[in-house]
């Protein structure tokens, strides 16, 4: 067992039916990732307090909704639960990047696409799937 700590994942959803995804490199895997905006939790830090501050230093966006998407756990081995939300009602202001995500990319998209890219295999980072399924379950028809 692997003791690690939350994490959150967060699928933005602008009014229009976009949502944005964040591309970074995963030496463990040796692939450049798209990925749905996440990070993991400081110690005591709540989740929904990580998924906000993870969405404004990758994306530069602001939520003024979230709506949980529940609680996964990544991996048997894992300790840490994955925190999923929707964000909705966005406002844009400036990334902060930490560091290491100094070369990340944001991408923005229909909604659809990025769901299809997750259905197809495209997106293979497992939280963002879950996060992009479950997510469009909840998002309602416009």
Same mark, same amino acid.
């Given at each position: 067992?692997?003791?690690?700590?939350?994490?959150?994942?967060?699928?933005? +959803?602008?009014?229009?039916?976009?949502?944005?995804?964040?591309?970074?490199?995963? +030496? @463990?895997?040796?692939?450049?990732?798209?990925? /749905?905006?996440?990070?993991t939790?400081?110690?005591? *830090?709540?989740?929904? *307090?990580?998924?906000?501050?993870e969405?404004? *230093? *990758?994306?530069?966006?602001? @939520?003024?909704?979230?709506?949980?998407?529940?609680?996964?756990?990544?991996?048997?081995?894992?300790?840490?639960?994955?925190?999923?939300?929707?964000?909705?009602?966005?406002?844009?202001?400036?990334?902060?990047?930490?560091?290491?995500?100094?070369d990340?990319?944001?991408?923005?998209l229909?909604?659809?696409?990025?769901?299809?890219?997750?259905?197809?295999g495209?997106? /293979? +980072?497992?939280? &963002?799937?879950? @996060?992009?399924?479950?997510?469009?379950?909840?998002?309602?028809? &416009?």
């Amino acid at each position: 067992m692997i003791t690690n700590p939350d994490s959150a994942f967060v699928v933005p +959803h602008f009014d229009n039916g976009d949502t944005m995804l964040v591309r970074q490199w995963r +030496h @463990a895997w040796n692939i450049s990732s798209w990925e /749905v905006p996440a990070g993991t939790s400081d110690p005591g *830090e709540d989740p929904l *307090e990580c998924a906000r501050r993870e969405l404004v *230093e *990758e994306t530069g966006l602001v @939520a003024a909704r979230y709506t949980s998407l529940g609680v996964v756990h990544g991996a048997a081995m894992l300790t840490g639960l994955a925190h999923l939300y929707l964000a909705e009602q966005l406002t844009e202001s400036a990334r902060k990047p930490e560091k290491y995500e100094q070369d990340m990319e944001v991408l923005r998209l229909p909604f659809r696409e990025a769901l299809d890219a997750a259905m197809d295999g495209q997106i /293979v +980072h497992s939280g &963002s799937v879950t @996060a992009l399924c479950r997510a469009a379950r909840a998002i309602k028809p &416009s």
